[in-house]
């Protein structure tokens, strides 16, 4: 059996995946390894259901099997399961009570769920094992910024970039922290090094992109949310930010289908049926305005429904 396994494992690598499950199924080998070898291969293939139950039969072989533990919580945030995935991980903190790692995806389980109190003690806790874990700092840096505590947050930051330079995440909450204290200059040198560091970084490129707004530099900023926008095709404000930016410098056209995205990603869509009837009258398109706008006229918010009559009345 323990060839097999070898094999078996060797076949996950080479993308033998069916071979390697009908493998565990048909021997069922009482030893979590294996099914964390599948467990891995499912996770190389973006397959997280499969993660986490391959990784849940390797903890059902031996309780809190730390590799599997890691690997399951991980699975189970992906899948939205995130009362599970907390719960592995306190067992699992119960089991390691000193383990860095575990406690930290402890507090960030808790942070993700609005535990912020919690968070906070899981995270410190996190720290007093490790003093030099990266993400510890950043996300003790997130729960300051949720209490307010905004000089904290940025020394929490900094240090987690102490700890390791070349962290994006860090960069860019100490970028957006910089730009609330408007320290524009230095907001965008952080965004620039997130954006060096990791290009497909889409949110640094929003961030930026809001920010050269502010600071006047904007074919830069529809550069930037041009980028954002291409890299998460799926995010409304993003789609919203850069249309509302090509409608107000004379690139009418250009956001017309930016503010039909928002139409189609948006459950409240008023504001942007609005704003995308008064771009396509400008462009002479009045008919297909009207029905933007007679949405808009819907709307329970006041002041849109108000604008958008008043456009209507015109025609």
């Not at 970039?161 to 230095?186: M, T, W």
């Not at 009045?286 to 819907?298: D, I, K, S, T």
């Amino acid at each position: 059996m323990a060839e097999a396994q070898v094999q078996a494992g060797a076949q996950a690598g080479d993308n033998g995946i069916p071979r390697l499950q009908a493998l565990l199924e048909r021997y069922q080998p009482n030893a979590p390894e294996p099914y964390l070898v599948l467990a891995d291969a499912y996770d190389r293939a973006g397959n997280n259901e499969e993660v986490a139950r391959w990784s849940r039969q390797a903890l059902a072989m031996r309780e809190n099997f730390r590799p599997a533990v890691v690997k399951m919580a991980l699975a189970l945030f992906a899948l939205h399961q995130d009362a599970e995935a907390t719960k592995v991980l306190e067992d699992a903190v119960a089991h390691y009570p000193i383990d860095d790692e575990l406690l930290s995806d402890l507090g960030n389980a808790y942070l993700q769920q609005g535990e912020t109190a919690q968070a906070a003690a899981a995270l410190k806790r996190a720290l007093e094992a490790n003093p030099e874990r990266p993400e510890t700092h950043n996300l003790l840096g997130v729960v300051a910024v949720k209490q307010g505590d905004r000089a904290t947050a940025e020394h929490e930051f900094r240090e987690a970039l102490r700890c390791q330079p070349d962290f994006p995440g860090a960069r860019n909450n100490l970028g957006s922290l910089l730009v609330d204290e408007h320290a524009y200059a230095e907001a965008e040198f952080q965004f620039e090094k997130v954006i060096e560091a990791d290009a497909d970084f889409a949110e640094a490129h929003h961030q930026l992109g809001r920010l050269l707004v502010v600071m006047n530099q904007v074919p830069r900023a529809i550069t930037e949310l041009r980028d954002a926008a291409q890299q998460e095709p799926d995010d409304p404000q993003v789609h919203e930010d850069l249309a509302y930016l090509l409608a107000v410098t004379g690139h009418a056209a250009e956001a017309i289908p930016e503010y039909k995205r928002v139409l189609a990603l948006r459950s409240e869509p008023a504001l942007a049926n609005l704003v995308l009837g008064m771009v396509l009258l400008s462009q002479g398109h009045a008919a297909e305005a009207q029905l933007h706008l007679r949405a808009a006229a819907n709307s329970p918010d006041p002041e849109i429904a108000q604008a958008s009559r008043h456009l209507l009345a015109q025609k």
